[in-house]
């Protein structure tokens, strides 16, 4: 059984910070992709950032230069350091893990977290 466990969302103001992270529990023997998507209240789910187990990342054009995304392999974790926030930032923030093997070889293909909410407020 594998779980993600998300933390770090929250109330911030506009201009300010926050530091999600996700970890990944379970037998697990590798990682492909680490990543946040993010659901706004009548929007669709949409990609944040993710990263892939040798590092490379990629970004959503509106986040670009806000946020940073980072893991650690041996930690199976992912943290996301939002700087900056505006106020169209405020979504609830879904941890999402790709390409996923377990020590027992079974792959799967997609883990999602059940998210964390992050308000800005302006």
């Known amino acids: 059984q594998v779980q993600l466990v998300e933390s770090g969302g929250g109330l911030v103001q506009a201009g300010g910070s926050l530091r999600l992270s996700c970890a990944a529990s379970?037998?697990?023997?590798?990682?492909?992709?680490m990543g946040w998507y993010r659901q706004a209240p009548g929007k669709q789910r949409e990609l944040v950032a993710n990263?892939?187990?040798?590092?490379?990342?990629n970004y959503a054009d509106s986040v670009q230069g806000r946020f940073t995304i980072s893991r650690d392999n041996a930690k199976n974790t992912a943290y996301l350091q939002m700087n900056s926030l505006k106020p169209e930032d405020t979504a609830v923030y879904y941890c999402?893990?790709?390409?996923?093997?377990?020590?027992?070889?079974?792959?799967?293909?997609?883990?999602w977290g059940q998210g964390t909410l992050v308000t800005v407020s302006s």
């Open positions: 999402n893990v790709g390409g996923l093997l377990t020590r027992a070889y079974r792959y799967l293909k997609e883990v």
């Open positions: 379970g037998s697990i023997f590798s990682i492909n992709t």
């Open positions: 990263i892939t187990s040798g590092g490379s990342t």
